[in-house]
Structures are given as structure tokens and as C-alpha cells.
């Protein structure tokens, strides 16, 4: 007895089809997917439309300077990513014969994370394990609750505006952040500033500061100093907007223990206000829902003890 379609569906299905889809989303063009996949743009057109076919569905809008996801492509691309993630932690899964503690964790981070508790741990727990291996990904902090919800990385380090419901978290540690100019400024070389002097001068900002974003404290410590209304020069990786504040394109916010070393080497100067700074939580987040190998589920126990004996005021770097 035959089965219905729907059953009929799985069995018929090349898989190869989902990764190819995925991609072509990812990288929001078939152009791009097949540099990205290393295959010839009518190869994966071709792919594309055997699944369209496979699903009965339109996934994709491809129109000239169009590119757009349809919803059922968004449905089907949301358990892609979930399969690719469950796929890519076998090898880890598999790797169970051994008496040591073997296998791979893929960690999800933000620019710039400067953390001395998290290298402690990072460092005690390769040292006692050296047969487990470590990738990380260095990405927006919105693309890296995205990977983690998909199943796609063992651990995500980020900021957040608001913790999701499906993820755990924890506090990794705190971090203030303050105004900075480079050397290239007139304010550099001035012995003790008026507050008044930065009015109106131009900065440079991150991305997520916007309304709602994760660093919007800094728009208002902006605000505060009465810098211009309008940035010039944006971006989300933090030692783009150092770059930036070096090359006097603007003033801009960075955490205050980041920037210590270039004060210090006098490459950039802390401006007020110096009190009342914005504070930032930096995330350590998993998914509860994936299935972990015993090197990601040693970790996780790992930090948690070790982040429990720690009290936060200690990892709140001023």
C-alpha cells in the first residue's frame, strides 16, 4: 500500500536541496549561494526550483534588483536552519568511544568581547580537556541569539535587549561605557575640558544604538553631552568604531576597560561626562532545547559553577 503524499514527501525529498535552499537565503542571492557553494549559478536555480516543485510552494521572489523571502520560504527556512543544526552536532554526538573527553564547541560571539573570568575558564577547561576542540564565530550580537535559537552553535556571547523565552542565559560579566576621542582631535590636547566644548561635535556610533537596541544607553549619554543630532560614521564591529575615533571621523562610546590600553599608549582620551555611565550586560546564552555532547554539557557545567562562585560586582569591569 502506497502512502499518502505527505508521508510520501520525506522519503522523496533530495535533502541536499534544504542546504542549498539555506544558503541562497543566507546569502540573499543565487549569485552569491553558488560562489558561497562553490557551484555554477544555473546549478543552483535548478536546485531551487526542484524544491519549489518538491513543496508545491514559491520560496523565493526573484525579480531583477528583487530579492524576497516568501512566507512559506520563511517557514521552510527556519527548520532548515534547525536541521543543519542538529546535523552538524554528530560528529560531537558520535564521538562517545573514547575514556577522554572529546569533541567540538562552536561558539557564537560579538566584537570585541574583553572578559578575564571567561578566558580563566576557557583556559582551566582546555587545559584539563585537550582533546576538545573550539570554533568561534564573530558576528552581531542579533545574529547570535538568531544562531543559537536555530541550534546552529554550542554557546553565544552577545548583548541583548531583551532576554528570549526559548534561550537560557546568564550574566558573563558588566561592562560601563564612555565618550572617547582620538589623538587627531583638538580636545585631545586640552588640559581639562568644558562640558560645553563637546556641543554639537560630530560621533560615530554602533549600529544597535538605535531605539530598542541593546546599546540605546549610549544615544542618551549622547544626548547628555550634547553631541550632533546626526551621526557620521556607523558600524556594529567595535574596533571599526575605534578606528573611526582614531581617525577623528567622530567621537564614540566604548567600554571603558576596552579602551584602557589605547589611553594608556595615548591613542585615544576619555571625555566627560565621567559620571553616571551607561552599564551593559554581555550575555552568556544556550538553547535548552539542543541535544548537547558531553563536551558542550561539560562546559556549560563548567561555567556555571565557576560564574556562580564569582560574584557579579567582580565581573563588572569600571
Not at 577522554?100 to 566584537?111: D, Q, V, W, Y
Not at 560645553?196 to 553631552?225: K, N, W, Y
Request: charged fraction near 20%; hydrophobic fraction near 40%; proline fraction near 5%.
Amino acid at each position: 500500500m502506497s502512502l499518502p503524499q505527505h508521508q510520501r514527501f520525506p522519503w522523496n525529498l533530495d535533502w541536499n536541496l534544504l542546504r542549498t535552499f539555506m544558503v541562497v537565503v543566507e546569502q540573499r542571492g543565487i549569485s552569491k549561494a553558488a560562489d558561497f557553494l562553490g557551484l555554477k549559478q544555473p546549478t543552483v536555480s535548478a536546485a531551487l526550483k526542484r524544491l519549489e516543485q518538491a513543496t508545491g510552494k514559491q520560496l523565493i521572489i526573484r525579480k531583477p534588483n528583487e530579492f524576497a523571502v516568501t512566507r512559506p520560504g520563511q517557514a521552510l527556512y527556519s527548520e532548515c536552519a534547525k536541521i543543519f543544526g542538529s546535523v552538524s552536532q554528530l560528529p560531537s554526538l558520535l564521538d562517545v568511544d573514547n575514556t577522554e573527553l572529546r569533541g567540538h564547541l562552536s561558539i557564537a560571539i560579538t566584537s570585541s568581547v574583553v572578559c578575564e573570568h571567561f578566558d580563566d575558564i576557557l583556559n582551566r577547561f582546555s587545559r584539563a580537556h585537550p582533546h576538545v576542540t573550539y570554533s568561534f564565530s564573530v558576528i552581531e550580537s542579533e545574529d547570535v541569539v538568531t544562531m543559537i535559537s536555530q541550534n546552529r552553535a554550542s554557546f553565544g556571547i552577545c548583548l541583548m535587549t531583551r532576554v528570549p523565552q526559548n534561550l537560557d542565559t546568564m550574566i558573563l560579566y558588566r561592562e560601563y561605557f564612555g565618550l572617547y576621542c582620538g589623538a587627531r582631535h583638538p580636545l585631545f590636547a586640552v588640559e581639562n575640558i568644558d562640558p560645553s566644548a563637546l556641543h554639537g561635535e560630530p560621533f560615530v556610533a554602533f549600529q544597535t544604538e538605535a531605539e530598542d537596541g541593546p546599546l540605546e544607553a549610549i544615544s542618551r549619554l549622547r544626548a547628555r553631552a550634547g553631541l550632533a543630532d546626526q551621526g557620521r560614521g556607523v558600524s556594529s564591529n567595535l574596533n571599526e568604531i575605534r578606528r573611526m575615533i582614531m581617525a577623528n571621523v567622530g567621537i564614540g562610546a566604548l567600554p571603558l576597560h576596552v579602551a584602557r590600553q589605547d589611553v594608556a599608549a595615548g591613542r585615544i582620551r576619555q571625555l566627560p561626562p565621567h559620571e553616571d555611565l551607561p552599564m551593559v550586560n554581555i550575555y552568556l546564552i544556550t538553547n535548552p532545547g539542543r541535544r548537547r555532547s558531553d563536551a558542550e554539557a561539560t562546559f556549560l557545567e563548567t561555567c556555571t559553577a565557576e560564574l556562580a562562585a564569582i560574584d557579579l560586582e567582580t565581573r563588572t569591569y569600571t
